[in-house]
Structure formats: C-alpha cells, structure tokens
Nanobody, 120 residues
Framework: QVQLVESGGGLVQAGGSLRLSCTAS????????MDWFRQVPGKAREFVAG????????ARADSVKGRFTISRDNAKNTVYLQMNSLKPEDTGVYYC?????????????WGQGTQVTVSS
C-alpha cells in the first residue's frame, strides 16, 4: 500500500519560513520524480515545484522562484519543500505527489495535504 505523508505545515507570519516534508512508503521512491502542489478553496490545484528521481533536476513555478527550494533524500524516502519569505498568497493546502518523470504530469499517488497559512 502506497502512502505519501506530508508534514510541517502551520501558521506563520509573512516573511517567515516553513519546511514541508513528504515521506513515502510502499513504493520504490527513487523510481519517481516528486512534485509539490498547492490548492486554495475554489481554485484549481497549482504546481509549485518538482524534482527528478536523483535530485539533479528541478522545476519551480515562477511565483516561488528565489523563495522556495525543493530537495529530496532517497535514503529517507522523503522530499522537502523549504519555503522562505512567505507571502499571504502562499496560503493553501500543500500536497506532494509522485510523477513518472519530472514534468510529465503523471501523478499516480498523492498525499493527504498539509495546511500552510501565512498571515499578513
């Protein structure tokens, strides 16, 4: 049974930082690229960042470049999203997902999400 479990969300003031983690089980982690998405009520889920299987290639949405960093530790089956200089518009539920290849958009598995709230 595949599970992706996110953690690290919370309430933070604008300008602050959070580090999200997503730990996978039940799959061969380094067979997958990993993506982070976020969603706010009434809006479509939005791509935030992705990383290939080795960590050698990444992709980020323009809105988070220079502020968010994605990384992974294959020995721990975990992908991270370091979020700095947070803005109120970064508020949302953050989800991790597997992808068969970075940028492919084939998301077989999703986590349950973790809430990030940035106050102004």
């Amino acid at each position: 049974q595949v599970q992706l479990v996110e953690s690290g969300g919370g309430l933070v003031q604008a300008g602050g930082s959070l580090r999200l983690s997503c730990t996978a089980s039940g799959l061969t982690f380094n067979n997958y690229a990993m993506d982070w998405f976020r969603q706010v009520p009434g809006k479509a889920r939005e791509f935030v960042a992705g990383i290939n299987w080795s960590g050698g290639s990444i992709a980020r949405a323009d809105s988070v470049k220079g502020r968010f960093t994605i990384s992974r530790d294959n020995a721990k089956n975990t992908v991270y999203l370091q979020m700095n200089s947070l803005k109120p518009e970064d508020t949302g539920v953050y989800y991790c997902a597997t992808d068969r290849r970075l940028g492919l958009g084939s998301h077989d598995y999703w986590g349950q999400g973790t809430q990030v709230t940035v106050s102004s």
